[in-house]
């Protein structure tokens, strides 16, 4: 398919002109790294075959010259090299850690260094033990681990407080960990369903705690359900910032208002006062991580720890 780079330069340049940092995410790779629609491919994930990790290298590589040579390089604040990967044994597991090994020493070894962020993956058994072994050495600058807890998405109806002490549960174990944790998807699914005072509450719940690490990005900015394809047991306006916010579900971002300020200016429903994040600030002789790449320009969809 042609075009895909011509696309990613067109959404750059639009980025730079409107004060907004950029992470690039590999959502699909050789083979599909999970079976899922997303990667391209359902049904199998062919991704940690040999020839497939090694198209998935070439894939890397051409995304670093892509961003070394981009004129907007200074706003390109992270690469995620993987979405979402499902592995049903050790040598899946093992192939998956040396794709990200790769990975991290590529862009670490750039002059500035790339922030990289990784995707655990399933199984989701104490994932944060998991991964300690690869985080262990690394510079918590340079690397991001992600999540995407999508509190209360197609599960039972539980109550407003419920969905809340998850949100805040979360929140602490990502505020605790070795290095930053990026909440790179979230939305206000729930089994909770037209009730947009609940939905302002639990947006609030969501961007306040996200922002106690690495911050987050609310999943999507604009979605356009389509009835004949769309999915009956959920309803895909709320995962629509523009949706939420243009139909009075959300308080609108104002002109030039930094999404630090924006997410401070919402109720914090797990009494955290002040971000305890630890990553706020980093050498300055690499560029911005994603905890603080979004403090310093203004942004109406993304949303950040101080």
């Known amino acids: 398919m042609g075009g895909q780079v011509a696309q990613l330069t067109r959404v750059i340049d639009l980025a730079a002109t409107n004060g907004l940092y950029v ?35 070439q894939t890397v590589d051409a995304i670093i010259s892509y961003i070394t ?18 592995f049903y044994s050790e040598d899946q597991y093992d192939a998956l850690v040396g794709y990200y090994e790769s990975t991290y020493d590529k ?32 510079k918590p ?7 995407h807890p999508y509190v209360g998405r ?4 539980q109550s407003q407080s419920s969905y809340i002490s998850q949100i ?4 602490q174990q990502y ?45 999507s900015y604009r979605v356009n359900a389509y009835p ?10 709320l995962y629509s910032f523009y949706h939420l916010y243009t139909s009075g579900q959300i308080p609108k971002p104002d002109a030039g208002e930094s999404s630090t300020n924006y997410v401070l200016g919402l109720t914090d429903e797990c009494n955290f006062a002040n971000s305890s994040d630890t990553y706020a600030s980093v050498v300055s002789s690499v560029m911005p991580t994603v905890t603080n790449a979004f403090t310093k320009r203004s942004s109406a969809v993304a949303t950040a720890a101080p």
Request: glycine share 6%.
């Open 154 to 157: 197609l599960a039972p109806l």
């Open 107 to 138: 862009l670490s070894a750039l002059n500035p260094p790339v922030t990289m962020m990784f995707a655990p993956g399933k199984p989701e058994t104490n994932p944060f033990a998991l991964w300690q072994g690869f985080i262990n050495g690394k």
């Open 175 to 219: 505020a605790s960990y070795d290095i930053p944790v990026a909440v790179t998807e979230w939305s206000l699914s729930t089994a909770i369903t037209d009730d947009q005072a609940w939905n302002q509450r639990f947006f609030a719940a969501n961007a306040r705690a996200w922002a106690q690490s690495s911050g987050s990005v609310f999943w």
């Open 23 to 57: 992470i690039i995410d590999l959502h699909g790779l050789p083979g599909s790294q999970n079976g899922e629609q997303a990667s391209g491919h359902i049904g199998y994930n062919n991704f940690y075959q040999a020839q497939n990790i090694a198209y998935g290298e």
């Open 168 to 171: 805040c549960s979360k929140a």
């Open 141 to 147: 600058e340079l690397l991001v681990y992600e999540d």
């Open 69 to 86: 040579n981009s004129p907007h390089r200074n706003i390109i604040s992270a690469f995620a090299p993987m979405n979402e990967p499902i």
């Open 228 to 237: 004949a394809i769309q999915d009956p047991t959920e309803n895909f306006t």
